[in-house]
């Protein structure tokens, strides 16, 4: 079914993404109320779609999602879920480029963030700092305990992951890049 992918997924991605970004801008929290459904929907629309393929294709992109929690240590749960729903909906292919937009514009958002709240410099010494830890010492724990003592504060991550989604759409509409399967 051509137009669920084409259609129904990407309207109901979008509206996901833009309630997630508002509600975590405003209220700095992004509601499981939004995401278990969204997570529902994308696995149930790409059964019906495709069948076992579908729900198979699905279960791989939330697979992913899941792996970004434990790659930045940082993010919150209710990232991590947002992330899911993107996965459910989207599959593995989609789901490894929205990661890698994610993270490179969280990256860009990072620094501007801190450089408003007045902490760049404290925040490129902190990453430096943790470079040299994660080089030595072969070790997350280290990062995340730097990640949870930050002078800059939390930062939403619903922006970065909706721009990221956003990008990596983008980039694979244009044929800039190609989805690995």
């Known amino acids: 079914m051509l137009m669920m ?3 129904v997924i990407p309207l109901l991605l ?3 993404l833009l309630v997630a970004v508002i509600t975590d801008l405003g209220k700095k929290k992004i509601y499981n109320w939004l995401t278990f459904p969204a997570i529902v929907m994308g696995i149930i629309l790409n059964t019906v779609s495709h069948g076992w393929h579908g729900l198979s294709f699905a279960f791989c992109g939330m697979g992913i999602a899941c792996l970004s929690l434990f790659i930045t240590g940082g993010m919150k749960f209710g990232d991590m879920k947002l992330f899911m729903a993107v996965g459910a909906m989207t599959g593995p292919g989609f789901m490894l480029w929205a990661l890698l ?12 963030y801190a450089w408003k709240k007045g902490v760049l410099g404290y925040t490129v010494k902190n ?8 080089l030595t010492l072969k070790s997350l724990q280290s990062l995340k305990a730097m990640s949870n003592a930050s002078k800059a504060g939390y930062m939403a991550y619903a922006p970065s992951i909706a721009l990221g989604v956003a990008a ?12 690995p399967f």
């Open 14 to 16: 979008s509206i996901v």
């Open 5 to 7: 992918h084409d259609i």
């Open 127 to 134: 990453t430096l700092t943790g470079l040299q830890l994660l």
């Open 168 to 179: 990596a759409a983008y980039l694979i509409k244009t044929g800039a890049v190609v989805k």
């Open 101 to 112: 937009c994610t993270f490179v514009i969280s990256g860009v958002l990072g620094i501007l």
